[in-house]
């Protein structure tokens, strides 16, 4: 496998420096990556590096990941156009940690000599001094050369704390730290971060007197011009208390045609013949949105589970599906909340239960607004309980709570109410 080449079908190289695929073709490379510790999770924006060291692995080069316990202290300007607030160390760790577990998941880190690996730039920043780092960093980089990138030029009109202005430098001591101590001699990152990276790359030359290469990965953008990885809600994250399975699943469920073309390529392992035979498949059928289930199905696999890709289709089907009793009560309460989230909350008490149906209904809760109406329409079968349909008589008893405290009603199709028993 061709690691350049393969990104390259992929859609997945944005900018790519004279001679780094040469270097990829003529021996195995370390590469890296850094990860913004900024939240205890990574969200699916992630994917994408996260898939190119994927590929960087299975190529046979060795992936390292670097997580920015020091840069982190700092604070990133690119792509940005306020400064943020700085996490304390605490937080920073916790983040860190949360973050390293996530990524266990994609990677080997047991598998040789291209085993990934894991490093922190706080190991290497904790022992130099201010004094030491101007000295021996600074110097080998111009002002002028700093302000000729863009995450500086387009911030100098609303301002920039030198904090942030070093970052640039900080991030190039990186790369070359990794390049002197562990070989490293390309550095991987989004395009917003090409001009962090060619400092690297320049600090290795001036310094070290060495050869280092780098490529950058697209933004990738919705077909509506959206961000990607953005909800109504937030965004989409990859540990489960933050984004459930079933979200998760419905992101990429929800796709439209044309990100799917491109999603499914970017985001899951499928060969080139395969993608290109399910796009065929899709364009002929497309109501079958063969390509959202294949990316929904094998990227909530990889990020979750098999058991939680299970849960999220059966949930999906009680929305959109027929579906019982029985498979409304084999949904943990994570799930089942994440289904019916956003629909109408009302409370009763246990003893609510031994009420009439229409009392329940129509008194106890506002899912009618009369006794009338409720009688009218169990009348004529567009009731349910729990997905089944009830006639007048029907009485509500401990065995019809799901997890122990709710009942859903439905009133016709498509409109659903929760009714949480205290």
């Known amino acids: ?126 022992n130099l001094s201010f004094l030491d780092f101007i000295r021996d960093v600074g110097k080998h980089i111009s002002v002028s050369y700093m302000m000729a990138k863009d995450s500086v030029k387009n911030r100098l009109e609303t301002g920039m704390s030198f904090t942030e202005f070093s970052y640039q430098l900080v991030q190039g001591y990186d790369f070359y730290w990794l390049w002197k101590n562990k070989n490293c001699k390309v550095q991987l990152g989004g395009s917003d971060q090409w001009g962090n990276i060619v400092t690297g790359t320049e600090l290795i030359r001036r310094k070290g007197e060495g050869k280092a290469f780098a490529m950058t990965t697209p933004l990738i953008k919705k077909e509506d011009g959206g961000k990607f990885g953005k909800t109504e809600s937030g965004n989409v994250w990859l540990d489960k208390a933050k984004t459930s399975p079933y979200k998760f699943y419905q992101f990429w469920l929800n796709s439209s045609d044309e990100d799917s073309k491109n999603y499914i390529k970017i985001f899951t392992l499928k060969s080139r013949e395969e993608i290109a035979k399910l796009i065929a498949e899709h364009e002929q059928a497309p109501h079958l949105r063969i390509l959202q289930n294949t990316i929904a199905e094998e990227v909530t696999t990889r990020v979750h589970s098999k058991e939680d890709l299970a849960m999220s289709i059966k949930a999906s089907s009680i929305l959109f599906s027929k579906s019982t009793a029985e498979d409304l009560k084999s949904l943990d309460e994570d799930t089942f909340l994440s289904v019916f989230e956003g629909v109408p909350q009302f409370e009763i008490s246990k003893t609510d239960l031994s009420s009439g149906i229409l009392d329940v209904l129509a008194e106890k809760t506002e899912v009618f607004e009369s006794k009338g109406e409720a009688r009218r329409m169990i009348k004529s079968n567009a009731v349910s309980i729990n997905k089944e349909k009830i006639t007048e008589d029907f009485q509500l008893s401990e065995n019809d709570l799901l997890n122990g405290k709710y009942i859903l009603a439905q009133k016709g199709k498509k409109n659903y109410f929760l009714i949480i028993v205290a």
Not at 47 to 72: C, D, E, N, S, Y
Not at 108 to 124: L, M, Y
């Open 1 to 126: 496998m061709n690691f350049v080449e393969e990104l390259k079908w992929r859609g997945m190289i944005h900018d790519i420096m004279p001679g780094t695929q040469k270097q990829f073709e003529k021996e195995m490379t370390a590469a890296y990556i850094g990860f913004d510790p900024t939240a205890d999770s990574l969200h699916i924006g992630s994917l994408v590096p996260i898939m190119v060291l994927v590929h960087l692995q299975r190529a046979g080069h060795k992936p390292f990941i670097l997580v920015g316990g020091a840069t982190g202290m700092v604070g990133d300007p690119s792509g940005k156009n306020k400064e943020r607030n700085l996490l304390d160390e605490d937080t920073l760790n916790h983040n860190l940690n949360c973050m390293q577990k996530q990524l266990e998941q994609f990677l080997d880190f047991d598998c040789g000599k291209n085993s990934a690996e894991v490093v922190n730039n706080q190991d290497w920043f904790n």
